[in-house]
């Protein structure tokens, strides 16, 4: 998976850095977590299936002869993932 490391860093920091008497815990806490659900959510995934592994929809049930790479991020993977 391809995570955005420096955008979290930068969330972080930028949580941290505005710090200060008015801000409680709760809304630190919100920041903190809405930063890493953003992080985890934008994530590229991507997997190879190898080859003779995966049943292939056809009359015998052929296995895949090939490997098949399957990519998929938060515009292209469907509710529940990849079926």
Do not use: R
């Not at 809405?34 to 009359?59: C, E, H, Q, S, W």
């Not at 090939?66 to 292209?76: C, F, K």
């Amino acid at each position: 998976m391809a995570l955005d490391k420096a955008g979290l860093k930068a969330a972080f920091q930028s949580v941290f850095e505005d710090l200060d008497a008015g801000k409680t815990a709760e809304q630190a806490a919100t920041q903190l977590s809405d930063a890493i659900d953003t992080y985890v959510k934008t994530a590229l995934a991507t997997v190879n299936v190898p080859a003779g592994t995966f049943l292939i929809a056809a009359t015998a049930g052929v296995p895949n002869p090939v490997p098949i790479p399957l990519t998929g991020g938060p515009s292209t993977v469907p509710p529940g993932g990849l079926s």
